[in-house]
């Protein structure tokens, strides 16, 4: 059974961090691509990392400098180091694996930026 289990949203305030984890469980980790994607209220899914199993990062516009994304293979779980939160960060943040025709998402972790 494939699973994807997202952790470590909640509130912070603006400029503070948080690290979300999602780990994986019942497909081959090492081989897929992973990647996190956010939904803002009235706003579209979006695409915010991704890494490769070369461990190839790429960055959304807007969190370059800020969110690193990272994952361990040993523990099939994929990282979301987000800094210099800002309100605009403010979503439902996704855990998304990808290798062929395969596609697996979690259930989603709300993060909240706000004094």
């Known amino acids: 059974q494939v699973q994807l289990v997202e952790s470590g949203g909640g509130l912070v305030q603006p400029g503070g961090s948080l690290r979300l984890s999602c780990a994986a469980s019942?497909?081959?980790?090492?081989?897929?691509?992973m990647a996190w994607h956010r939904q803002a209220p009235g706003k579209e899914r979006e695409l915010v990392a991704i890494?490769?199993?070369?461990?190839?990062?790429s960055y959304l516009e807007s969190v370059k400098g800020r969110f690193t994304i990272s994952r361990d293979n040993a523990e099939n779980t994929v990282y979301l180091q987000m800094s210099s939160l800002k309100p605009e960060d403010t979503a439902v943040y996704y855990c998304?694996?990808?290798?062929?025709?395969?596609?697996?998402w979690g259930q989603g972790t709300q993060v909240t930026v706000s004094s």
């Open positions: 998304n694996a990808q290798f062929a025709r395969n596609t697996y």
């Open positions: 019942g497909f081959n980790f090492r081989v897929y691509i």
């Open positions: 890494i490769t199993s070369q461990d190839t990062t």
